[in-house]
T-cell receptor
Framework: AQKITQTQPGMFVQEKEAVTLDCTYDTSDPSYGLFWYKQPSSGEMIFLIYQGSYDQQNATEGRYSLNFQKARKSANLVISASQLGDSAMYFCAMREGPSNFGNEKLTFGTGTRLTIIP | DARVTQTPRHKVTEMGQEVTMRCQPILGHNTVFWYRQTMMQGLELLAYFRNRAPLDDSGMPKDRFSAEMPDATLATLKIQPSEPRDSAVYFC?????????????FGEGSRLTVL
């Protein structure tokens, strides 16, 4: 079974609108971390936001927020007021287990290509 | 501005040749990862080091791939002999193990084309 599932291969969104990118995950470990990365056309992987499984509040970083629904095992990325520069691939990733020895590797989803339309 | 540095950025080689990719992790980071990105398979973990010791290389084809960390400032990924199916972008990432968040910082990648 896929550990990280991103069901939207591509999305088109009008500039200035909010966009939600879906991510569901599968783990039996009670301690885990969820990450979102952005990969623009230049190719680098840019860390956006992190959510820990025990965090009580949804993570936010500027225009990015993570809609964490633990019971549904979903960790959707919300981008508010989208900009042309947000056009990129977005990857959801998971670390299983607490962040200590031997648990630091990330498993990535297949990504969603977001295109912002002027 | 601390960043992970990878060389070469682009490499075109012929089948059967040896390829070595190098990575300089962020100073002070104690975990290093090699990921491979292809259209078909997405991002796959090839190797994972902590304090220079290999922890997981289960995703790496052992017959032709090898990964090492000769010192804390250098990680290498070697393919010998290379095959066309090895064509991909190879990313190195580093992190600070044990941190609560544990995000990884990626280099810009090495794009490998094997003809």
């Amino acid at each position: 079974a896929q550990k990280i599932t991103q069901t939207q291969p591509g999305m088109f969104v009008q500039e200035k609108e909010a966009v939600t990118l879906d991510c569901t995950y599968d783990t039996s470990d009670p301690s885990y971390g969820l990450f979102w990365y952005k990969q623009p056309s230049s190719g680098e992987m840019i860390f956006l936001i992190y959510q820990g499984s025990y965090d009580q509040q949804n993570a936010t970083e500027g225009r990015y927020s993570l809609n964490f629904q633990k019971a549904r095992k979903s960790a959707n990325l919300v981008i508010s007021a989208s900009q042309l520069g947000d056009s990129a691939m977005y990857f959801c990733a998971m670390r299983e287990g607490p962040s200590n020895f031997g648990n630091e590797k990330l498993t990535f989803g297949t990504g969603t290509r977001l295109t912002i339309i002027p | 501005d601390a960043r992970v540095t990878q060389t070469p950025r682009h490499k075109v080689t012929e089948m059967g040749q040896e390829v070595t990719m190098r990575c300089q992790p962020i100073l002070g980071h104690n975990t290093v990862f090699w990921y491979r990105q292809t259209m078909m398979q997405g991002l796959e973990l090839l190797a994972y080091f902590r304090n220079r010791a290999p922890l997981d290389d289960s995703g790496m084809p052992k017959d032709r791939f090898s990964a090492e960390m000769p010192d804390a400032t250098l990680a290498t990924l070697k393919i010998q002999p290379s095959e066309p199916r090895d064509s991909a972008v190879y990313f190195c990432a580093s992190g600070l193990g044990g941190r609560t968040t544990g995000e990884l910082f990626f280099g810009e990648g090495s794009r490998l084309t094997v003809l």
